[in-house]
């Protein structure tokens, strides 16, 4: 089972990434899946989840608005789309797999999802 996030870069404030996130080994289609990040120095937080059938989805109160989290079952992809980026999102961005179909409240609890990828780094600064 392997979970490989891809998209991260150095972009200014206020500009945009889609991060990416690929699964193989196994099909996404039953699990919920969550969007983690972890800055330099700081606890690792959870952004985002969404359910198994992308009907419920749940985010940081900081990103609301500005982040989406989206899934394609066809594809075994998970998104996160990132708009009106600030500095304070600058982070290493993991996707993860809850093995439960719905996302286990709190969804921020990293306990509740068995497997990672390895991250990938934002970066916002002009």
């Known amino acids: 089972l392997q979970l490989v996030e891809s998209g991260g870069g150095l972009v200014q404030p206020g500009g945009s990434l889609r991060l990416s996130c690929a699964a193989s080994?196994?099909?996404?289609?039953?699990?919920?899946i969550g969007w983690f990040r972890q800055a330099p120095g700081k606890e690792r937080e959870g952004v985002s989840c969404?359910?198994?059938?992308?009907?419920?989805?749940h985010y940081l109160d900081s990103v609301k608005g500005r982040f989406t989290i989206s899934r394609d079952n066809a594809k075994n992809m998970v998104y996160l789309q990132m708009n009106s980026l600030k500095p304070e999102d600058t982070a290493i961005y993991y996707c993860?797999?809850?093995?439960?179909?719905?996302?286990?409240?709190?969804?921020?609890?990293?306990?509740?999802?068995?497997?990672w990828g390895q991250g990938t780094q934002v970066t916002v600064s002009s």
């Open positions: 969404m359910d198994r059938s992308g009907g419920s989805t």
């Open positions: 080994g196994f099909t996404l289609d039953y699990y919920a």
């Open positions: 993860a797999v809850d093995l439960k179909g719905a996302c286990q409240m709190p969804y921020y609890s990293a306990s509740y999802y068995p497997y």
